[in-house]
């Protein structure tokens, strides 16, 4: 083994062990401890985050912020990988938003210039773009590490009536149109709810919470995907062409979307009880391009919507 080969080795074996000591790792490598500690003293001045405790009882240990040792891409990766952080650069707050910069920058740096040549032209020539919200969200990384680490947090939250304190436990953590969402079981509720991150005014306290106490999803995918189950109302929506396009931008409605050869199309589908407010406030502003049919309690709903909206601007 080269020296080289037998860094890289080092490297993965001690981010695996993270405590160590110079004669285990001279006993695993087959080299003396002095070929060890010179090893050591080069990954050290590489930026490998080593801690060295001196005595009997002493050894070495992989600081928190670890560095993970160097990994092989083909062409098509590397270029994958930019593709995939196109996805996030609108994105006006992320959890690692500097580290995502960096590793970029670092990243891109090490490819040929051919290579960076090719990503600079999908950079310029693909976007996912997201709509910008204007909306700052500077507790996001810190829910983001409740959120891995299971733990409960009770809030200040900015609801779009009043402010309360919360205690949350969360589901997970998802994007949608450029906005943060935490769905969490809601101790104050009984129930889960969907909390905004950047009305999250403040985090008042962090602590576990027994597993199995709160009837809450394993998992934000399935939490997801029970969202788009419910069968409390049956509605029913008719639409013109400008209506279907509209709607097919709609995730939670898409799936219930049927269009006609002969243009338009019709939403029928089920859906929970709280989500029929949202149905008509989504609704409203699509005018005649909309005609609700069923259910008898989302046409009531739209009129005392339109008829609200007639008063304030009629009276």
């Known amino acids: ?10 490297m993965i074996t001690i981010n695996t062990k993270k405590d160590f000591t110079v004669g285990e790792l001279a006993k695993e490598f087959s080299v003396s401890k002095r070929t060890i500690l010179r090893d050591l003293q080069e990954l050290e001045q590489a930026g490998f985050p080593l801690y060295s405790e001196v005595g009997a009882a002493g050894g070495y240990h992989i600081l928190k912020e670890r560095i993970l040792p160097p990994i092989t891409f083909s062409e098509n990766e590397a270029k994958a990988i930019f593709f995939a952080c196109q ?6 707050d992320l959890p690692f938003e500097q580290e995502t910069i960096s590793v970029l ?36 990384k810190s829910m983001f590490h409740i959120v891995v680490n299971h733990h409960s947090a009770t809030i200040q939250y900015s609801s779009t009536h009043s402010e309360s304190i919360r205690t949350i436990i969360p589901i997970g953590l998802y994007a949608m149109n450029g906005l943060w969402y935490c769905p969490a079981y809601c101790t104050v509720a009984n129930q889960i709810r969907e909390f905004r991150i950047d009305r999250i005014k403040e985090i008042i306290e962090e602590k576990p919470y027994p597993k199995g106490k709160f009837p809450v999803p394993a998992s934000i995918q399935e939490y997801l995907e029970r969202l788009e189950i419910g069968n409390d109302y049956h509605i029913k929506i008719q639409l ?8 097919e931008t709609e995730f939670l409605l898409a ?3 049927k269009t006609f050869p002969t243009g338009g199309g019709i939403i029928d589908m089920e859906i929970r009880h709280t989500t029929l407010d949202w149905v008509a406030d989504y609704f409203l502003p699509f005018g005649i391009n909309a005609t609700v049919l069923e259910p008898p309690e989302l046409v009531e709903l739209m009129k005392q919507k339109i008829y609200e909206l007639h008063q304030h601007y009629c009276r």
């Not at 083994?1 to 080092?10: F, P, V, W």
């Not at 013109?240 to 709607?247: A, E, L, S």
Request: aromatic content about 8%; hydrophobic content about 40%.
């Open 105 to 140: 920058k670092k990243f891109l740096n090490c490819l040929p210039l051919d290579i960076q040549s090719s990503i600079t032209q999908i950079q310029n020539s693909v976007v996912f773009w997201i709509p910008d919200r204007h909306c700052d969200s500077p507790l996001l």
């Open 240 to 247: 013109t062409d400008i209506g279907v396009k509209r709607c």
């Open 255 to 257: 799936r219930g979307l």
């Open 87 to 92: 996805a996030l650069k609108f994105y006006h």
């Open 1 to 10: 083994m080269s020296k080289a080969e037998r860094l890289i080795e080092m």
